[in-house]
Nanobody
Framework: QVQLVESGGGLVQAGGSLRLSCAAS????MGWFRQAPGKAREFVAA????????TYAVPVKGRFTISRDNTKNTVYLQMNSLKPEDTAVYYC?????????????????WGQGTQVTVSS
């Protein structure tokens, strides 16, 4: 059973920054999703198994950066210029596919989620 352990969420003012981490027990293609209250879960960003390719959702492009450290099987989501609309529970996910994966149904394992709250 793959374990994904997230950390780094919290409360920040608009315009601030947070960095989320997700440690995996094995190496996978990784992604971040988020779910705001009353809304469906949405894709945020993904990085390929090798770490050479990334992709982002339009609302976060230019503000968020996904990266990974394969020596630690850890993926990061650096979130800058945060907005109140970024408030959500953020989930990391692992896919056995080595390329970029943006669809939630292509992920095999999910973390427990970490709350990010951006105040105005």
């Amino acid at each position: 059973q793959v374990q994904l352990v997230e950390s780094g969420g919290g409360l920040v003012q608009a315009g601030g920054s947070l960095r989320l981490s997700c440690a995996a027990s094995e190496r996978y293609g990784m992604g971040w999703f988020r779910q705001a209250p009353g809304k469906a879960r949405e894709f945020v960003a993904a990085v390929s198994w090798y770490g050479s390719t990334t992709t982002y959702a339009v609302p976060v492009k230019g503000r968020f950066t996904i990266s990974r450290d394969n020596t630690k099987n850890t993926v990061y989501l650096q979130m800058n210029s945060l907005k109140p609309e970024d408030t959500a529970v953020y989930y990391c996910a692992a896919s056995s596919k080595r390329g970029i994966v943006a669809g939630s149904d292509e992920y095999d394992y999910w973390g427990q989620g970490t709350q990010v709250t951006v105040s105005s």
